[in-house]
């Protein structure tokens, strides 16, 4: 589980699918992978019918990476969902009316936060939120556990845990 891999750690990733089940996610969270299904039906008729889509995480103050890669997998999931007609803005930084085919990704560095992802659909007179918050670390070692039932005996593949939910 990790959104950082080079190329060439994806194509042994492939290689090794090819000799036994291999499970990549993004993220082990099951709430999270959860919410990576319910928003792309979300999008479709949210986002089809106008509304705007943001999304926000905050993240510990000691995290590199900006947007978390679990971000982007939320933003892609959507996009996904839309025929990928979005761009994304990053941190809002245009200052500038955001284009209706933009989606903000903001992410925030604080304290001691695990991990909070808010998917915002906003249209006419109407707010629909999304939100998940790992209180702690423990959720990625669930998922992991529940991943490692899934694979047991499965024959040999590349999975994901939208396989395991």
Do not use: W
Request: one cysteine or more; proline letters at 2%; charged letters at 25%.
């Amino acid at each position: 589980c990790t959104t950082g891999l080079s190329e060439e750690q994806l194509v042994k990733v492939e290689e090794t699918s090819k000799k036994t089940a291999v499970l990549k996610s993004a993220n082990m969270s099951l709430g999270i992978n959860l919410l990576l299904k319910l928003i792309k039906d979300a999008a479709k008729v949210l986002a089809g019918a106008g509304f705007d889509v943001e999304l926000v995480e905050r993240h510990h103050n000691q995290k590199v990476d900006a947007p978390s890669g679990t971000a982007l997998a939320l933003a892609d999931s959507i996009n996904e969902a839309m025929d990928h007609a979005y761009t994304y803005v990053y941190d809002s930084q245009k200052r500038e009316k955001r284009d209706k085919k933009e989606m903000g990704i903001s992410a925030v560095r604080g304290g001691t936060i695990v991990g909070e992802h808010e998917i915002i659909f906003a249209g006419p007179d109407e707010v629909i939120e999304f939100k998940h918050t790992a209180y702690s670390k423990a959720v990625f070692g669930k998922g992991a556990v529940e991943a490692a039932k899934f694979l047991a005996g499965k024959p040999a593949g590349l999975y994901d845990m939208s396989d395991v939910i």
